[in-house]
């Protein structure tokens, strides 16, 4: 049996490795390998996760989630929503990308990346790919539905919308970074159509329906697996989609199909079992000796983005790093801010995304191109982020 911390590096050095392949697979594997060499009883730990009310309703909800996303596309209600937004090239080279990454459907970026083709063909492929790289992660940054806030959330032990909330002024900064380096020297067109917005908002009341219904939930009834209320709010959300996509319930199961809906539960149940044996195995009370500071854990969780091409991952990494030397389980939501926006700038960068990947590929450039032009946001994003962070240090 070796000690505890380095079985841990170990581990973690494989699921580094085989991060391209599906992600749930290696990480409940990297566990039972992780629980093999530090001793921890693996039935012992499938059973306190399989147990935890909480957890088996976040994998229910990893369930949803992909099934309303797969309507919301195949239905046409979110293409619509776009076309009757009728917005500047400009803004629709931002906005599009974003809302569109509101939806948790695999390769997702092939779905903005012909639109934004459509938008503006004259333009540079590389400034093309960034632009949908960049903003197809935004508005995602602070969406209640989004599966690793979600995970934050239950790590943290912080209200999902307070992290929201404390996200958001991020969100507007990189926003803004992006259009000055990315959007801004593009020459724009005059807008032509009909503009429908009573029509754009109705189909996007199915995405908004489900976070308000939860946010309402938690605040008006103290129950003890919060988590339902968003469950609730999925299954009315997937009718309603349903019911303005003038889509039949049996169209579901052919959906759930497509969108390989199996892998989002799995990579909810593998971070919880992985999380569980790195508990019981003790390497949280060997990892607390080295006392990590919080500025190195953002380096950290920089790498960990960039190096498995997840975000999910890195969470389930640093998140019971920080803890580890702490008494209380609730994270300080700076720190969860600093450290969360770290690991999503490592993650865009990559060519381990899928979605760098396939925008590099549907554009036909060279990732070493796009580097050139989408790192411009991210290393202004996280020099600020790091310069924030020592500026608040001193005070």
């Given at each position: ?353 899928p979605c760098v990947a396939y925008s590099t590929e549907y554009f036909e450039t060279d990732f070493m191109k796009v580097v050139k032009v989408l790192g411009k946001p991210i290393f202004i994003s996280f020099m600020l982020l790091l310069g ?8």
């Open positions: 049996m070796l000690p505890a911390w380095l079985s841990f590096v170990i581990v973690i050095g494989l699921v580094m490795i085989l991060s391209k392949y599906e992600l749930g697979i290696v990480l409940t594997l990297g566990a039972f390998g992780f629980a093999l060499l530090a001793g921890v009883n693996i039935l012992q730990s499938l059973i306190n996760v399989l147990t935890n009310p909480s957890i088996l309703t976040l994998i229910i909800i990893m369930i949803f989630i992909p099934i309303l996303g797969g309507i919301m596309e195949e239905s046409g209600l979110m293409m619509e929503m776009i076309q009757k937004m009728r917005i500047s090239k400009k803004s629709s080279l931002m906005m599009i990308p974003a809302l569109f990454g509101l939806l948790p459907v695999p390769g997702g970026a092939l779905m903005s990346a012909p639109i934004v083709q459509q938008i503006d063909s004259e333009e540079d492929a590389t400034k093309k790919v960034s632009i949908n790289v960049w903003y197809r992660h935004m508005l995602i940054m602070v969406y209640p539905l989004s599966s690793s806030l979600i995970i934050s959330s239950f790590l943290t032990d912080i209200n999902l919308y307070i992290l929201v909330l404390g996200l958001f002024p991020g969100l507007i900064v990189m926003w803004l970074i992006g259009y000055i380096t990315l959007v801004k020297n593009i020459s724009p067109f005059t807008e032509q159509g009909e503009r429908d917005l009573k029509r754009a908002f109705h189909n996007l009341v199915p995405i908004l329906i489900a976070p308000i219904l939860d946010f309402v939930g938690r605040i008006f009834f103290n129950f003890s697996v919060p988590e339902l209320f968003l469950l609730i709010g999925l299954v009315f959300s997937i009718w309603l989609a349903l019911r303005f996509g003038k889509m039949n319930f049996s169209s579901v199961k052919t959906i759930s199909k497509k969108m390989k809906i199996w892998r989002f539960p799995l990579i909810i149940f593998s971070m919880f079992i992985f999380l569980e044996v790195f508990v019981l195995s003790g390497a949280p009370e060997e990892i607390a000796v080295l006392d990590l500071s919080v500025f190195l854990l953002i380096l950290i969780g920089f790498f960990l983005g960039f190096a498995t091409g997840r975000i999910q991952l890195p969470i389930s990494i640093v998140i019971p790093i920080y803890l580890a030397p702490i008494t209380v389980l609730t994270m300080s939501l700076i720190d969860f801010i600093f450290i969360y926006t770290s690991i999503s700038l490592g993650y865009l960068i990559t060519p381990l995304h924030l962070y020592g500026l608040l240090s001193l005070i």
